[in-house]
Nanobody, 124 residues
Framework: QVQLVESGGGLVQAGGSLRLSCAAS????????MAWFRQAPGKEREFVAG????????FYSDSVKGRFTISRDNAKNTVYLQMNSLKPEDTAVYYC?????????????????WGQGTQVSVSS
């Protein structure tokens, strides 16, 4: 069982930055592939970024590539999402998710555990 708790969301102006964190419980964090998803009002949940168990492999959606960076610290049981050059269309609730490999990173149905989400709002 893994419990995930996101933090770091908030309100920021377009062009600004935020860093999201997702803290995981348990001693087996390093065995999980991790990802960030987001869901805007009236839209389906979408994949944002994913990272392999030891952090060597990362994946991004085209909409955030070059602006967002996913990373993890297995010693701290935490995965991060650094978001730069934020746009109003990045406004959403952001969720972290965990899955034992093999993982189809972009498919939300793959993941076994989800956090409660953190709101990110970007004003124009």
């Amino acid at each position: 069982q893994v419990q995930l708790v996101e933090s770091g969301g908030g309100l920021v102006q377009a062009g600004g930055s935020l860093r999201l964190s997702c803290a995981a419980s348990g001693r087996t964090f390093s065995t999980y592939n991790m990802a960030w998803f987001r869901q805007a009002p009236g839209k389906e949940r979408e994949f944002v970024a994913g990272i392999g168990r030891i952090g060597m492999s990362t994946f991004y959606s085209d909409s955030v590539k070059g602006r967002f960076t996913i990373s993890r610290d297995n010693a701290k049981n935490t995965v991060y999402l650094q978001m730069n050059s934020l746009k109003p269309e990045d406004t959403a609730v952001y969720y972290c998710a965990a899955d034992l490999p093999p993982t189809s990173f972009v498919s939300g149905a793959t993941y076994d555990y989800w956090g409660q989400g953190t709101q990110v709002s970007v004003s124009s």
